[in-house]
């Protein structure tokens, strides 16, 4: 009873293990040379902020949910950064363009000011 019972906690903590390794894993694909402009840091007057990385990762925070090392993907004028089951999408209603000296974008009607 003792050996199945120590057998059993080595193969749980193994599977917790492999669990948080393959949890890491996430397949990112380096920004294309048109999706470049997206990279850095954006902040929406609410505090919301993403960042795009050109290597294809990404994080966000929202009010309600945030991912850090997640992965970015596009899809037309939409692109998600996601990790495991929580991601986001956002609509690009206006692409990065420079104004002034700043430089914006609009994700779903809300304004994102890149930071530097």
């Known amino acids: 009873?003792?050996?199945?019972?120590?057998?059993?906690?080595r193969l749980l903590i193994?599977?917790?293990?492999l669990s948080g390794i393959l949890w890491g894993c996430v397949s990112k694909t380096p920004l294309s040379e048109a999706q470049?402009?997206?990279?850095?840091?954006?902040?929406a007057p609410d505090g919301t902020y993403i960042h795009i990385y050109l290597d294809g990762g990404g994080d966000f925070k929202a009010s309600n949910s945030s991912v850090?090392?997640?992965?970015?993907?596009f899809k037309g004028e939409t692109f998600t950064i996601g990790l495991g089951p929580i991601k986001k999408s956002f609509q690009?209603?206006?692409?990065?363009?420079?104004?002034g000296a700043e430089w914006v974008m609009a994700l779903d009607g809300v304004t994102y000011r890149k930071t530097p």
């Open 68 to 73: 850090e090392g997640g992965a970015v993907t």
């Open 36 to 43: 470049q402009p997206y990279a850095g840091r954006w902040e």
């Open 92 to 99: 690009v209603t206006q692409p990065p363009q420079q104004q």
């Open 1 to 9: 009873m003792k050996n199945s019972l120590a057998q059993g906690l």
């Open 14 to 17: 193994l599977g917790l293990a």
